[in-house]
């Protein structure tokens, strides 16, 4: 856990009551200790079960297993059962990257399902398993 300092300091505002600061921590825990405030951050998960919609006609049926890595420009969100990965400078941008790599595996493999070979075939089979797509 990481922990970071608050300042306490409260001033007046114009109606003459006392105004104090706020703080807010995005899954942080606040503890009071006897002169200061300390705010103990706790980390970000680096996975996270994923069932986004990855295109209109495309439902997730069943959650992808998503690892962040750490890459030389930010990070990676990755599926290891499927071999696939997207990139981008932040959590959101690799994952929104994952998510039109998922769209355009998913129309590719079953477009061209006839002529898979024996990976892509089991990487198609793995893929039907999370996504099914929605008949209009």
Same mark, same amino acid.
């Given at each position: 856990?990481?922990?970071? $300092?608050?300042? @306490?300091? @409260? %001033?007046?505002?114009? !109606? #003459?009551?006392?105004?104090? $600061?706020?703080?807010?921590?995005? #899954?942080?825990? +606040?503890?009071?200790?006897?002169? %200061?405030?300390?705010?103990?951050?706790?980390?970000? &998960?680096?996975?996270?079960?994923?069932? *986004? !919609?990855?295109? $209109? %006609? =495309?439902?997730? +049926?069943?959650?992808?297993?998503?690892?962040?890595?750490?890459? %030389?420009? #930010?990070?990676?969100?990755?599926?290891?059962?499927?071999?696939?990965?997207?990139? *981008?400078?932040?959590? &959101?941008?690799?994952?929104?990257?994952?998510?039109?790599? =998922?769209?355009?595996?998913?129309?590719?493999?079953?477009?061209?399902?006839?002529?898979? !070979? #024996?990976? =892509?075939?089991?990487?198609?089979?793995?893929?039907?398993?999370?996504?099914?797509?929605?008949?209009?």
């Amino acid at each position: 856990m990481i922990e970071a $300092p608050t300042s @306490t300091i @409260t %001033e007046d505002d114009a !109606s #003459g009551f006392e105004k104090f $600061p706020t703080f807010a921590f995005s #899954g942080a825990e +606040v503890l009071q200790s006897n002169q %200061e405030t300390m705010a103990v951050l706790t980390a970000v &998960s680096d996975e996270l079960l994923y069932a *986004g !919609s990855i295109h $209109p %006609e =495309l439902r997730t +049926v069943e959650p992808f297993e998503v690892r962040f890595e750490r890459v %030389e420009n #930010g990070y990676a969100a990755v599926i290891r059962q499927i071999d696939e990965y997207g990139l *981008g400078e932040t959590r &959101s941008e690799a994952l929104e990257d994952l998510r039109k790599t =998922l769209q355009e595996l998913y129309i590719s493999l079953e477009r061209d399902e006839s002529k898979l !070979s #024996g990976d =892509l075939l089991s990487v198609w089979t793995q893929l039907k398993q999370h996504v099914r797509r929605i008949h209009r």
